[in-house]
């Protein structure tokens, strides 16, 4: 799975991401502060930018439907202004066919 989110402003290092297994839910939070000064701020005429905190849940699966995430393998990198993640699904190799009797 690969999910950008749009972080106009954002710095990395207030940008925090996890995933919780148990609720196949990727969670991306944190806080985006408005740049300048006060001087800058009595300036403006529009500031089309949000600012202040986030925390936005993306759902990747459910208990009906589950997705195994490999864990390990999960990536998150910010360029200008968009967050890119990364989530590899764990592939299975052995398909196991298992055999009935009928009765």
């Known amino acids: 799975f690969i999910v950008h989110v749009s972080l106009p402003g954002a710095k990395k290092e207030a940008v925090e991401v996890k995933w919780d297994p148990k609720r196949f839910e990727l969670n991306v939070s944190g806080t985006i502060e408005r740049p300048g000064d006060e001087e800058l701020l009595k300036t403006l005429a529009l500031d089309e930018r949000r600012v202040g905190t986030f925390d936005?849940?993306?759902r990747l699966g459910s208990v009906f439907q589950p997705v195994e995430i490999h864990v390990?393998?999960?990536?998150?990198?910010?360029?200008?202004?968009?967050?890119?993640?990364?989530?590899?699904k764990v592939e299975t190799d052995v398909v196991m066919v298992t055999r009935v009797d009928v009765q």
């Open 56 to 58: 936005r849940q993306v």
């Open 72 to 88: 390990e393998g999960i990536t998150a990198e910010m360029e200008n202004g968009v967050l890119s993640i990364k989530l590899p």
